[in-house]
């Protein structure tokens, strides 16, 4: 069963009213949340020189959702990216990024995220479509999240976790440096693969 209703495998009940209702487990989930970042993983991937995959992630952002336990589309969610905390696996790499032909960090410090729209799929799988800024440009992006579940931590805690994916074009946010390579083709790939694992905290 999803976070916002009934799976659409689910046996139809008899009345319509009964196969449109939510469970009291999933209304006790409806609640502001924090997304712990500790234990969320922000990713993206880019293809290099037309062979291979780069893979980075954020390590600094910070969010928070609002979930509705018995209408998704009031559900929001909301997260801000501090650019200068990219992480490649190579400082060079990372220093290029950060850089003027980049996100110009110095200029654009944080990328941010503002949800618009939240949609159920369909069993635990949710869309959320929002606006993306990145190098002062604001473009609208949709997430596709598949909600993995609910748990209370040892310490007390109640928590729940996403994993998300979506794809951007760099050069739609005004990224468009790159390098042509002698047998054809370019450096970086314009498509960037995005990648959220989330875990967020209920607040008290």
Do not use: C, Q
């Not at 209702?21 to 712990?36: C, H, N, R």
């Not at 509705?68 to 905390?85: E, L, N």
């Not at 979506?166 to 498509?191: F, M, P, Q």
């Amino acid at each position: 069963m999803g976070i916002f209703g009934r799976k659409s495998t689910d046996t139809p009940a008899a009345a319509t009213t009964d196969a449109t209702a939510v469970s009291p487990e999933l209304a006790a989930l409806t609640g502001e949340y924090t997304i712990d970042p500790s234990h969320s993983e922000i990713g993206f991937v880019a293809r290099h020189a037309m062979v291979t995959n780069v893979k980075g992630y954020f390590k600094d952002f910070e969010g928070a959702l609002h979930l509705d336990g018995t209408d998704p589309s009031k559900s929001t969610a909301t997260i801000d990216v501090t650019m200068d905390s990219i992480e490649t696996g190579s400082a060079d790499r990372d220093g290029h990024l950060k850089s003027s032909d980049f996100f110009k960090t110095d200029e654009f410090p944080t990328m941010t995220f503002r949800s618009t729209k939240a949609e159920a799929l369909g069993g635990d799988d949710y869309r959320i479509t929002g606006d993306l800024s990145i190098l002062g440009v604001t473009k609208p992006l949709s997430i596709d999240l598949e909600f993995n579940g609910s748990a209370k931590d040892p310490f007390g805690n109640e928590r729940v976790g996403f994993e998300g994916k979506a794809e951007i074009l760099r050069s739609e946010w005004g990224l468009t440096w790159n390098a042509a390579l002698e047998t054809g083709g370019v450096l970086v790939s314009d498509k960037i693969k995005l990648t959220f694992d989330i875990s967020a905290i209920k607040n008290a």
